[in-house]
């Protein structure tokens, strides 16, 4: 999951702060894992952590819109 934070964050970054669409192959990418990890019910401090770090990213873009 980081790795798709991660490459969002290049993506956010080398579009000089156009907001990720829907069409992101990052996005969707974290969205299935985020799906699957949720299906499973793995709850633990990979998914806090993930989740923490994905809201941070989250953040940071609404302050440079």
């Known amino acids: 999951m980081l790795d798709c934070i991660e ?8 579009s000089c702060g156009m907001p990720i669409t ?3 192959q990052s996005l969707q990418r974290f ?3 985020l799906e699957y ?3 499973i019910g793995l709850r ?3 998914l806090s952590d993930a989740f923490i770090l994905y809201s941070i990213a989250i953040h940071a ?3 440079n819109l």
């Open 37 to 39: 990890l949720l299906q």
């Open 7 to 14: 490459d969002m964050k290049k993506e956010y970054e080398a």
């Open 44 to 46: 633990g401090a990979v």
């Open 22 to 24: 829907d069409d992101s």
């Open 61 to 63: 873009q609404e302050e």
């Open 31 to 33: 969205c299935s894992k």
